[in-house]
């Protein structure tokens, strides 16, 4: 098939090399010096497109991409203030859109065990939810888009947990490198929170592609789990993935709907 790329950063290039690894066409790349080139006759001509940018610049690049007949894959968070206002493009002019926060396979499936295992907590009110992301020195928002979604998960599934809250951002270096997320939790002055809320604690850590550990806490014992990316091939390989899944159709869809289909 015939991919575009909009964002031509690490993940683009990681993107673009996973693609013709699968045997793909890479036939229009959209960076922040040739923008213009979304309404070009090349960009046009791709199953799908695949967009990596900037919160700011997201649903602009998603609704031009749509007006030029292109499905997207939008793997670009932080914009949910324009979610509705995007949607509604895609919509108007019959294109197709799928944007989540992770596009890993492992991410979300491990996201499914995340949902079973807080609707299982349900029934044992012993047990409360506390999360931890860890990602690389240059991210600098938190928590995390799968974090919140993870959290979003939680709250869906689980009657004693109603909100999620932001516990701050801890830099890892040799001061604390040697604790354990929970020891520098401990240590760590937290803001006052609801007690049915989920405590969601960041770390920055060197060049970390991304950590999340979910832990479910007892006064006996601790039930965790964690997925650990190993490097951006994961999000890259999701994400091709789900161009192929998107590629001749209409709507706007999740990655839920995605995997389902996939499982």
């Given at each position: 098939?015939?991919?575009?790329?909009?964002?031509?950063?690490?993940?683009?290039?990681?993107?673009?090399?996973?693609?013709r690894e699968r045997g793909h066409e890479i036939v229009s790349v959209i960076d922040v010096n040739n923008n213009a080139d979304i309404e070009g006759e090349a960009f046009a001509s791709a199953d799908a497109a695949i967009e990596f940018t900037t919160p700011a610049t997201a649903p602009d690049n998603v609704m031009r991409a749509a007006a030029a007949g292109v499905p997207v894959i939008c793997g670009s968070t932080g914009w949910a203030a324009r979610r509705d206002e995007v949607e509604k493009r895609v919509s108007e002019v019959e294109g197709a859109l799928l944007a989540s926060s992770n596009f890993s396979i492992g991410v979300?499936?491990?996201?499914?065990?995340?949902?079973?295992?807080?609707?299982?907590?349900?029934?044992?009110?012993?047990?409360?939810?506390?999360?931890?992301?860890?990602?690389?020195?240059?991210?600098?928002?938190h928590p995390s888009g799968t974090a919140i979604t993870l959290a979003e998960g939680i709250i869906a599934e689980n009657e004693r947990v109603n909100s999620w809250a932001d516990e701050g951002m801890v830099w890892i270096d040799e001061t604390n490198a040697s604790k354990t997320p929970q020891e520098i939790e401990a240590s760590i002055e937290k803001p006052a929170m609801e007690p049915d809320a989920l405590p969601v604690l960041s770390f920055r850590e060197g060049?970390?592609?991304?950590?999340?550990?979910?832990?479910?806490?007892?006064?006996?014992?601790?039930?965790?789990?964690?997925?650990?990316?190993?490097?951006?091939?994961?999000?890259?390989?999701?994400?091709?993935?789900?161009?192929?899944?998107?590629?001749?159709?209409?709507?706007?869809?999740?990655?839920?709907?995605?995997?389902?289909?996939?499982?």
């Open positions: 098939m015939k991919i575009a790329l909009i964002g031509y950063g690490k993940m683009g290039h990681a993107i673009e090399r996973i693609a979300n499936v491990f996201n499914i065990v995340n949902r079973k295992l807080a609707a299982l907590m349900s029934h044992l009110p012993q047990y409360m939810p506390h999360m931890y992301e860890t990602h690389h020195v240059h991210k600098l928002d060049e970390v592609p991304g950590t999340h550990t979910v832990d479910w806490d007892s006064p006996v014992d601790c039930i965790s789990i964690t997925h650990r990316a190993k490097s951006r091939d994961g999000f890259a390989l999701g994400a091709v993935m789900a161009a192929e899944w998107i590629a001749g159709r209409k709507g706007i869809f999740t990655i839920d709907e995605m995997m389902a289909e996939l499982l």
